[in-house]
């Protein structure tokens, strides 16, 4: 199936990928991969074909609404994670959990929260990093020039302001799907 992403990316899309092409597969076995700008639901093609293409295992959370069937079991096999938005419980704990629980684990996020414009990322995928201990790989989704541009690892300090206004200069200027949504 490799081949057939590849093919799909490189030569009928026209995509290409540069920047830490092997997400640090080799040493960074778990982390959080911030993918930005979210815009449109071709993103999530998109990020899964790269993931194919640059052959790096990545999951994500969606809503449990999403893992039954007929798509559960697709959802699933490509990485998804269920989550029980309406439980009691602390969203990041919970997601932090899941990092303790493989030896491999690296979880997307789009930390806009909407594929619609927003002036505010959401902290929640911050929160979860510094929770389970593990680097921030960012990645973008700059269809204006057909490219994922991907980050080394990024280790967050305890300074939010400052960690975001650093991961947000990675994303400077990059177009997404609709760019009046970037």
């Known amino acids: ?9 490189f030569k ?17 076995k778990k982390a959080i991969i911030v993918a930005v700008p979210h815009t449109s639901w071709h993103d999530f093609y998109i990020g899964v074909l790269l993931r194919r293409v640059v052959g790096v295992k990545t999951n994500f959370v969606g809503k449990k609404e999403l893992f039954t069937w007929p798509f559960g079991y697709y959802f699933r ?7 029980n938005r309406s ?3 602390n969203k990041v704990e919970a997601i932090a959990k899941e990092f303790k629980k493989h030896t ?15 002036e505010k990322w ?7 990093a510094k929770e389970a201990n593990v680097p921030v790989i960012m990645f973008t989704l700059d269809f204006e020039n057909k490219q ?35």
């Open 87 to 89: 439980a009691n419980e």
């Open 148 to 182: 994922n541009k991907v980050s080394e690892p990024f280790y967050l300090t305890d300074d939010i302001s400052a960690d975001f206004a650093f991961m947000k200069s990675f994303y400077k200027g990059v177009k997404g799907k609709v760019p009046e949504y970037s």
């Open 104 to 118: 491999e684990f690296r979880m997307a996020f789009a930390p806009e929260g909407t594929r619609k414009k927003v």
């Open 77 to 83: 096999a490509i990485g998804g994670v269920p989550l």
């Open 12 to 28: 009928l899309l026209g995509w290409k990928v540069v920047g830490n092409i092997n997400f640090s597969r080799e040493t960074i």
């Open 122 to 128: 959401r902290t929640g995928f911050y929160y979860i």
């Open 1 to 9: 199936m490799t081949w057939l992403a590849k093919f799909i990316y």
